[in-house]
């Protein structure tokens, strides 16, 4: 991966003249408790969850993985089964499990480790077992945490540039200016915009940077394959 000289001003690490709202941390007050004891307590929590939501996603992968249908296992990307297989799983935790799979399966965020992340960060994996041997199941990174994995997953250089946000451990939005950054001196080496910005383009997912040499166009618009190169 080629590292850029700093050449695009930040977006999200500093209020530039002119951008509203801007953040003044004089003016914010928490009932009850010092800020930098409100800050502390909630960069601990955040840590934590978000450490404990990336195990919890690996494990329902692996379980759901795991899930066989007349002989035939569940594969990847989950278009490649069956309807009938995705729809008898989804029957099987809702009757037999007793919970609704779907608030995981349908987020925006959880298809995408599955994809992007899983096989390369723990080659073998539904032959191993994050139950029986959670230490090979691990978070690889130190520094950053599971939302950094977003904003770069469609990238085939996502391994590089997350790599060095935790050897510099960057905050994420000095990660997310890092990455923009990167991209557009991409773009104008390439002379083309192959790689596009999405940010406040979908309320329901947060910023991300798309490949667009990965998007081909069907009769049905643009179809995202996605697949790691």
């Not at 953040?23 to 007050?29: A, G, R, T, V």
């Not at 060095?164 to 997310?176: G, P, R």
Request: hydrophobic content about 35%.
């Amino acid at each position: 991966m080629r590292h850029h000289k700093k050449t695009y001003e930040e977006v999200f690490s500093i209020d530039h003249k002119g951008v509203r709202p801007k953040l003044y941390m004089d003016k914010i007050s928490i009932e009850g408790m010092e800020l930098e004891e409100y800050i502390i307590l909630f960069k601990d929590h955040l840590s934590d969850f978000y450490s404990t939501l990336f195990y919890d996603c690996v494990r329902f992968s692996w379980l759901r993985r795991k899930f066989c249908y007349y002989g035939r296992p569940t594969i990847l990307p989950m278009n490649k089964n069956s309807r009938m297989h995705n729809s008898v799983f989804v029957k099987f935790v809702r009757r037999i499990i007793g919970k609704d799979p779907q608030i995981i399966t349908r987020s925006k965020f959880f298809p995408k480790l599955e994809e992007y992340y899983f096989e390369t960060f723990f080659p073998g994996f539904v032959e191993g077992n994050p139950f029986t041997n959670p230490d090979y199941y691990e978070f690889p990174f130190e520094n950053i945490s599971i939302d950094y994995l977003m904003a770069v997953y469609h990238l085939d250089d996502r391994f590089d540039l997350l790599k060095k946000a935790d050897k510099d451990k960057m905050s994420y939005a000095i990660f997310v200016d890092y990455v923009i950054n990167h991209v557009l001196s991409e773009n104008e080496s390439l002379g083309r915009d192959r790689y596009i910005i999405r940010q406040g383009m979908d309320k329901h997912f947060p910023f991300c940077v798309k490949d667009s040499d990965k998007e081909v166009k069907t009769k049905y618009g643009l179809k995202n394959y996605g697949k790691e190169a």
